[in-house]
C-alpha cells in the first residue's frame, strides 16, 4: 500500500533542498529550514506565491493531486530577482513578475528523477502566481500536508507548502 503522508513529505522534503541550493545561488546566502511553530521565522504574510497543482501516480496505482505554493515575503523576491536577473530591484515591476514561477519551475525540474526513481509519474502543468498586499499565508490544514520555512541570515524567507489529494476526494 503507498504510504501517502510519506510521499507528501519526501516531497516537501526533496523541494526543500532544490529550492534552498537555488536561493543560495541568487542571494549569495545560506538558506536553512526553520521551525514552523518558531514565531519570529514564520512567514505568516505573503507579497508573492507561485504555485502549480498536478496529478501523479504512485506506484502505478494511486493517483494523487498534489499542490505547490512558495510564499514570499516582498524583501525576499526583490532580493532573489535582483541575484537571478543582475540588476538591483528596489520595487516590484513587470520586470519581475514571473521570477517565482521560473524559481518553482527549476525547483520541481531539478527533482523530475528523484520523483520518478520513488516511484512518482508527474502529469504535465504551469505555475500560477498571486501578488499583493501582504496576504495571509494560512496553511490549509489537511491530513496530507507539509510546510517549511527557509530563512537565511539576511532575514529573508520563502514557505514551501505542498498538499496532496486523493483524487477520488475530488469527485
Known amino acids: 500500500m503507498v504510504d501517502k503522508n510519506k510521499i507528501v513529505n519526501q516531497f516537501a522534503i526533496s ?26 521565522t514564520e512567514l505568516k504574510k505573503s507579497f508573492y506565491t507561485a504555485c ?39 520595487t516590484y515591476s513587470d520586470e519581475i513578475d514571473d521570477v ?20 512518482l509519474k508527474l502529469g504535465e502543468t504551469l505555475p500560477i502566481k498571486i501578488s499583493g498586499n501582504e496576504y495571509a499565508t494560512s496553511t490549509y490544514k489537511c491530513a496530507l500536508s507539509k510546510d517549511i520555512t527557509l530563512v537565511n ?9 505542498v498538499y496532496c489529494f486523493p483524487t477520488e476526494s475530488l469527485y
Open 52 to 90: 502549480m497543482s498536478f496529478n501523479c501516480t504512485a506506484d502505478e496505482k494511486v493517483d494523487l493531486n498534489i499542490g505547490i505554493f512558495l510564499h514570499w515575503e516582498l524583501k525576499t523576491y526583490l532580493d532573489v530577482s535582483s541575484g537571478m536577473l543582475g540588476e538591483k530591484y528596489t
Open 100 to 119: 517565482g514561477l521560473e524559481i518553482l519551475n527549476m525547483t520541481v525540474g531539478l527533482k523530475k528523477q528523484y520523483f520518478s526513481d520513488i516511484g
Open 15 to 40: 523541494l526543500k533542498e532544490s529550492l534552498a541550493s537555488l536561493l543560495k545561488n541568487y542571494v549569495d546566502k545560506e538558506f536553512t529550514e526553520e521551525s514552523s511553530h518558531n514565531q519570529n
Open 153 to 161: 541570515n539576511n532575514g529573508n524567507k520563502v514557505k514551501i507548502v
